[in-house]
Nanobody, 123 residues
Framework: VQLQASGGGLVQAGGSLRLSCATSRRASSNNAMGWFRQAPGKEREFVTAVSWNGGSTIYADSVKGRFTISRDYGKNVVYLQMNSLKPEDTAVYYC?????????????????WGQGTQVTVSS
């Protein structure tokens, strides 16, 4: 199973980016998917996740109201729309496929991971 994350880059504080994660239908159609991030010198942390049917989403408190996760079944892609970006959002962002249908904050629930895409927010 391969996940291909893209869309990262350099943006000024207050700006927006949209990340994409493409995967195979077989790998993700019945599974929740999530985004995690890891900043330099810090542990990987949960950002957001969406259920297998897109009907349920969860967010970390630090991004709630600024980030939105969605999925396009026709294209087998999960998106992360990031608005009002802050310097503390700077990290490598990873998408992942869960073992379960419902979203989870625990990285141990995710079995497949993408390669990561760098997001840098300048002040």
């Amino acid at each position: 199973v391969q996940l291909q994350a893209s869309g990262g880059g350099l943006v000024q504080a207050g700006g927006s980016l949209r990340l994409s994660c493409a995967t195979s239908r077989r790998a993700s159609s019945n599974n929740a998917m999530g985004w995690f991030r890891q900043a330099p010198g810090k542990e990987r942390e949960f950002v957001t996740a969406v259920s297998w049917n897109g009907g349920s989403t969860i967010y970390a408190d630090s991004v709630k109201g600024r980030f939105t996760i969605s999925r396009d079944y026709g294209k087998n892609v999960v998106y992360l729309q990031m608005n009002s970006l802050k310097p503390e959002d700077t990290a490598v962002y990873y998408c992942a496929v869960s073992r379960r249908a419902v979203p989870s904050r625990a990285s141990s629930e995710y079995s497949y991971w993408g390669q990561g895409t760098q997001v840098t927010v300048s002040s």
